[in-house]
């Protein structure tokens, strides 16, 4: 750990002496994705306890494993890097890259099944301000290769028309998942890293593992607790250096959309990689962060996706359909000027 104390690979003793455990990695040039979520663990007292800490880059992102338990980090690992090779859209033997090229799945995987099916409930739910069928709308604004451009008008109303879960056919008992409209794409992008850091979970859980911190670029889970005490998770302003406040989690999920991880800034204007399924626009809906606090992380990653697209007022009304779930919702109007 260095003086700011960042975390790097390996077992530290973790002390008063170093209270920051930063998640920002401003050093790493390769990655334009900025981490919204700021991980704090302080221990006081703790000369004799260690925490095994690892950072490694899997799913597109930084994922970082605590755990006192030096197994921890190998089986987070090996279950997000298994479950990147199923659904990851940019692995060209993927399951979901196959279905994306050919419009079809035979033999789809259990996993497969389970998370599109997981969207589309999703996507119900949330009146289709969740929808994983905006791959081809992620691919016209650039946002899938990082090459960013202002599509035309007219452009978007016809990518619009490949767009909507509904188009999604299951066909469970034949493990086949086919498209309706030639063109359509999935992007899992706002659901695969909760489903995998959940799975991730499990295997530890199965391992008798009590006490872990999951961090996936911002998708969250604390399992157990920190030696006796709470996981801390601190909520990053989104304008500015400094928290806004701080959480305190045991056996919960936090994640945290917003408008500052991916985007690009065109004649002044900010266009964020959350995209609004039904306008093809990204999403203005006045939020600039919205932080969901759950029982397992998926669910957490799809409801801060879907809050953000929808706004705070409808948001709200949204988290309230869903049994211990918490939000914190930031918008434009408080945060302008910062």
Request: hydrophobic share 40%; aromatic share 10%.
């Amino acid at each position: 750990m260095d003086k700011k104390g960042l975390v790097r690979a390996g077992k530290e003793n973790i002390c008063k002496d170093f209270p920051l455990l930063s998640l920002t990695f401003p050093y790493y040039p390769l990655l334009t994705l900025k981490l919204f979520i700021i991980m704090i663990c302080i221990l006081c007292g703790c000369q004799n306890r260690s925490l095994y800490k690892d950072t490694r880059i899997a799913m597109g992102t930084f994922v970082e494993v605590t755990s006192p338990d030096k197994r921890a980090a190998s089986i987070v690992f090996n279950e997000i890097n298994r479950i990147e090779s199923l659904l990851s859209k940019y692995k060209e033997d993927s399951q979901i890259s196959r279905l994306n090229k050919l419009g079809v799945l035979e033999n789809a995987y259990p996993e497969t099944i389970y998370i599109i099916r997981k969207s589309r409930e999703f996507w119900l739910a949330t009146d289709g301000a969740f929808d994983i069928t905006i791959g081809p709308l992620m691919d016209l604004w650039g946002f899938s290769n990082k090459k960013y451009v202002l599509p035309r008008e007219e452009k978007i109303k016809e990518i619009l028309k490949l767009v909507g879960s509904d188009k999604i056919i299951l066909q469970d008992k034949d493990n086949v998942v086919k498209f309706k409209t030639l063109g359509m794409k999935i992007d899992l992008g706002a659901i695969a890293k909760g489903y995998a850091v959940d799975c991730a979970v499990k295997k530890l859980r199965k391992a008798g593992i009590k006490s872990c911190l999951i961090n996936a670029g911002g998708d969250i889970y604390c399992l157990g607790e920190n030696f006796g005490r709470p996981w801390r998770v601190a909520i990053q302003d989104p304008r500015k250096k400094g928290f806004l406040g701080y959480l305190e989690l045991k056996d919960k999920a936090v994640a945290t959309s917003g408008d500052y991880a991916q985007y690009f800034i065109k004649d002044q204007k900010r266009y964020t990689h959350i995209l609004n399924p039904k306008t093809g626009y990204p999403a203005d809906s006045g939020v600039v962060s919205v932080t969901v606090v759950a029982d397992d992380t998926l669910t957490a990653d799809a409801l801060a996706t879907a809050i953000f697209v929808l706004g705070k007022e409808k948001g709200e009304v949204l988290a309230k359909n869903f049994p211990r779930v918490e939000t914190r919702i930031i918008e434009d109007k408080y945060v302008q000027g910062n």
